[in-house]
């Protein structure tokens, strides 16, 4: 069993960390805020740090999944973060859904002293977490993907390594371009449905059979038809994603004009107070304007 580090408690790493633990690694915790570590050692069998550099005291792997990438920074080359205390031969992993160009950084600063590094940035929820169905996008080199792969099972139901470092982050990118699209979709479905007098929930028992599923179409269509939005990945998160998406495509020239508009219909959200909302809410901006 692996001693392990791991940095960040929130709707995502909390049960992550508790996999790692429960799966019989020794976890040592560190959240901002100390009352989720408290909460977090009496849930699961583990111990908490003051520090993040405390927490990787002695950890052959050191796991981070915080906001972005200031966070980060501040978590592993911070004052007291993580590399300050991470001894050669270990592995940092970081889940946050972050930039490339932080993930590269990271990279070069572990190396450095010696440590690998992977951004493995993840999809699948706060359910996915919970369940560990999760799925992890990596990048970084084939020798620590090896090693991290047996603790990744914990919590993942698919990993792959899919280039150097940043290419975890790059293919995080891409999966919130495609939901983009697909929830702003699926608002328009759901609309449409309650403006014909069709039997929603009939209609998307028979529809998500077909070539028009997905996992959006899945597990959202019944909340949306309840106007239910309180839960889930919130709104907020979902455009830092998508700016990050965004600025990449800038510097590398990719053109993302739906992308670009769902960003615009979030931002009209938060303007509205309802940035903590889950993302299907793009629905009560089409209901707003009915």
């Known amino acids: 069993m692996a001693k392990i580090a791991f940095i960040g408690l929130g709707v995502m790493g909390f049960p992550m960390a508790g996999h790692l633990a429960r799966a019989g690694h020794d976890v040592c915790v560190y959240n901002r805020t100390r009352s989720k570590a408290e909460h977090w050692c009496a849930t699961y069998p583990g111990r908490s740090a003051a520090t993040p550099a405390d927490a990787a005291i002695g950890a052959e792997f050191a796991f981070t999944c915080v906001g972005n990438d200031d966070d980060l920074r501040e978590v592993t080359i911070g004052s007291e973060g993580v590399l300050e205390t991470l001894s050669p031969g270990s592995v940092l992993v970081d889940h946050t859904t972050a930039s490339a160009e932080v993930a590269r950084e ?150 993302l004009p739906v992308t670009a508009l769902v960003d615009q219909f979030y931002a009209d959200l938060q303007a509205e107070g309802d940035g903590r909302l889950d993302t299907s809410s793009l629905l009560k901006r089409l209901e707003k304007g009915s």
């Open 106 to 255: 990271l990279d070069r600063q572990a190396r450095g002293q010696g440590c690998g590094f992977l951004d493995a940035p993840v999809s699948g929820g706060q359910a996915g977490a919970e369940n560990g169905a999760l799925s992890v996008m990596i990048g970084g080199t084939e020798g620590d993907y090896t090693r991290v792969s047996p603790l990744l099972e914990a919590y993942a139901k698919s990993h792959r390594l899919l280039g150097e470092a940043g290419s975890g982050q790059l293919a995080k990118m891409v999966n919130q371009i495609c939901i983009a699209g697909l929830v702003q979709g699926l608002a328009e479905a759901v609309h449409f449905v309650k403006r014909s007098g069709l039997e929603g929930e009939a209609v998307f028992d028979v529809i998500q059979h077909g070539a028009a599923g997905s996992w959006q179409m899945v597990n959202r269509h019944q909340s949306m038809l309840d106007n239910r939005y309180d839960f889930g990945f919130a709104v907020d998160w979902m455009r830092k994603d998508l700016r990050i998406a965004l600025e990449e495509a800038r510097r590398n020239g990719a053109r």
